[in-house]
């Protein structure tokens, strides 16, 4: 398996006052560490990035590097409309060290296919870094089609894709006829993207119970589908709660119901309507209540460690 496969964890940014809370984060990425995650994502969509500043983005990145170490590869997200100034935060950002690049095809512009070719090329010409492309036309505005992608192939570090259209049989041709890696970015799809063939997912879902995460990809990739499909479908309730409001709304809610982190979001994110919450606390003792095949004791005592601080925070 190489590093681009597996479940990947866009992670959050925990806020404290106003600012980023860096020693939060870096716990929450040795958390998802310790649960056998195979990657992380800093400055993603889940992250809200699109509310912090370059300085604070890039503080996010040093912090969680700093934290996991060469014990787990991290991407950067990066987003945004205009070509070159991405181009030249990429060459800045180069001397961090990260695993590569997540990079969204541009919002708000719309631009022609060729464009979108264009644009990507540009950005992986800047750096020696692998670069994931990030398809969310649902954010967006536009669609990185099929034959965009095959064309984008001939850059040497575009690597992987993160798939968030919706569409299975998308997921099943680039599956069949690219190279990338194809990382799911529609958790709810996430069982039936590893059964056509998906290397993975980069799931905000996965920030609750990533072991389970990780145990459903090693049960799809080893052929037990019955399992799979069955721990899958203990997972869809919470999945579905999860995007019942804007993420990440619910992702926060549900990591502060565990204490892990303080439930604070950057306008125009909301936390998570007092109903959502009701019904996440509900959701969250079921599945806090799931073994994981193979827990070593300790991970058993987090566990319910975790299921203990729910009860309290409620």
């Not at 205009?82 to 800045?92: E, N, P």
Request: charged fraction near 20%.
């Amino acid at each position: 398996m190489t590093i681009f496969e597996g479940i990947w964890i866009p992670l959050v940014t925990p806020f404290r006052n106003g600012k980023p809370d860096l020693d939060r984060a870096q716990q929450l990425a040795l958390t998802m560490l310790d649960a056998g995650v195979h990657g992380l994502v800093a400055c993603g969509t889940t992250g809200e990035a699109a509310t912090l500043s370059e300085k604070e983005q890039s503080q996010v990145l040093a912090a969680v590097l700093e934290a996991v170490q060469s014990s787990c590869p991290v991407l950067m997200g990066i987003s945004g409309s205009d070509t070159q100034a991405l181009v030249d935060k990429v060459a800045r950002l180069d001397s961090q060290r990260s695993a590569g690049f997540l990079v969204s095809a541009p919002s708000y512009v719309r631009p022609s296919q060729d464009g979108i070719r264009l644009h990507f090329e540009a950005i992986a010409a800047a750096t020696d870094d692998p670069i994931v492309l990030y398809n969310i036309p649902s954010r967006t505005g536009v669609n990185i089609d099929i034959g965009t992608v095959i064309a984008l192939q001939h850059c040497d570090n575009i690597v992987a894709i993160k798939e968030c259209g919706g569409n299975l049989a998308k997921m099943a041709e680039l599956v069949r006829h690219t190279g990338l890696k194809v990382l799911c970015g529609d958790d709810a799809l996430l069982f039936h993207a590893l059964c056509l063939g998906g290397h993975g997912a980069i799931s905000a879902a996965a920030h609750v119970r990533p072991d389970l995460f990780v145990q459903l990809h090693t049960l799809a990739k080893n052929g037990h589908t019955a399992q799979a499909r069955e721990l899958f479908n203990q997972l869809l309730p919470l999945i579905q709660l999860l995007f019942s409001e804007p993420n990440p709304g619910p992702v926060k809610a549900a990591l502060a119901m565990q204490g892990l982190i303080q439930e604070e979001l950057r306008l125009p994110m909301t936390t998570m309507s007092k109903t959502g919450r009701a019904q996440l606390a509900s959701a969250l003792d079921k599945l806090m209540a799931i073994p994981v095949a193979g827990k070593s004791m300790d991970t058993e005592k987090s566990t319910a460690k975790r299921s203990g601080l729910l009860n309290l925070v409620r």
